[in-house]
């Protein structure tokens, strides 16, 4: 899946990350952190943030491991301090059906919510583990659309602060193997505060997109 994509020797992070090539930066690297974060040379959006983890890795590298935990926090703090007014996505694309450009494993936020989500329509339910449900669901522009979820009362931004969000990972991961092995797209969409002074407050939820070629992610 991701075989035609930049090979580590040549990879983009990397040499941003050990100072060889510029980026606007947000949480540079240093001692005792394995992730961080710059400004995206794309302006598709008002916000577009890169959630990088220090050590090279691939996706599916990133999304198996415990360096998901810290990649998420920070992502979930950028989303805070850039898009707190009108709410973001947390995004991850796996092969170039899903526009994956750079094989060294990132998470994307970006400003503004998923339409995509808000107009999704429940199909059927797939299947449950422990503290979390797959159901399938219906979204414009992905054959295939997978909603994992907490079976408890959590919000969107306590799952992805703590642990809960290791475990959607693998669910999702095991899911796309199954029913979209060619590339597939994660995405999770925080709302904009309403009666809480915190984004996310909307049931947590993680969507696996795929099935075929998809559209861009914003």
Request: positive net charge; proline residues 3%; charged residues 20%.
């Given at each position: 899946?991701?075989?035609?994509?930049?090979?580590?020797?040549?990879?983009?992070?990397?040499?941003?990350?050990?100072?060889?090539?510029?980026?606007?930066?947000?949480?540079?690297?240093?001692?005792?952190?394995?992730?961080v974060?710059?400004?995206?040379?794309?302006?598709?959006a008002?916000?577009?943030l890169?959630?990088?983890?220090?050590?090279?890795?691939?996706?599916?590298?990133?999304?198996?491991?415990?360096?998901?935990?810290?990649?998420?926090?920070?992502?979930v703090?950028?989303?805070?301090?850039?898009?707190?007014?009108?709410?973001?996505?947390?995004?991850?694309?796996?092969?170039?059906?899903?526009?994956?450009?750079?094989?060294?494993?990132?998470?994307?936020?970006?400003?503004?919510?998923?339409?995509?989500?808000?107009?999704?329509?429940?199909?059927?339910?797939?299947?449950?583990?422990?503290?979390?449900?797959?159901?399938?669901?219906?979204?414009?522009?992905?054959?295939?659309?997978?909603k994992?979820?907490?079976?408890?009362?959590?919000?969107?931004?306590?799952?992805?602060s703590?642990?809960?969000?290791?475990?959607a990972?693998?669910?999702?991961?095991?899911l796309?193997?199954?029913?979209?092995p060619?590339?597939y797209?994660?995405?999770?969409?925080?709302?904009?505060?309403?009666?809480?002074?915190?984004?996310?407050?909307?049931?947590?939820?993680?969507?696996?997109?795929?099935?075929?070629?998809?559209?861009?992610?914003?």
């Open positions: 899946m991701t075989s035609d994509l930049p090979e580590k020797k040549s990879c983009v992070f990397c040499q941003i990350i050990i100072g060889n090539s510029f980026a606007k930066w947000e949480k540079r690297p240093s001692n005792h952190v394995s992730a974060c710059f400004h995206n040379r794309l302006k598709w008002k916000v577009m890169l959630v990088v983890p220090v050590k090279h890795m691939t996706q599916g590298e990133l999304w198996s491991s415990t360096n998901l935990i810290e990649c998420a926090r920070l992502a703090e950028m989303g805070d301090k850039h898009c707190s007014q009108y709410g973001y996505r947390v995004i991850a694309n796996f092969g170039r059906k899903a526009h994956q450009s750079q094989i060294h494993a990132h998470l994307h936020v970006v400003s503004g919510i998923s339409h995509q989500v808000k107009e999704s329509t429940f199909k059927s339910h797939i299947d449950k583990s422990n503290d979390l449900v797959m159901e399938e669901y219906s979204i414009n522009g992905a054959p295939f659309t997978a994992i979820s907490s079976s408890t009362n959590t919000n969107q931004r306590e799952m992805w703590t642990e809960l969000i290791h475990g990972a693998l669910e999702a991961l095991k796309s193997r199954q029913r979209t060619e590339g797209r994660l995405m999770a969409s925080f709302d904009p505060p309403k009666n809480s002074l915190c984004t996310g407050n909307n049931p947590s939820e993680l969507f696996l997109m795929g099935g075929g070629q998809l559209g861009l992610y914003v």
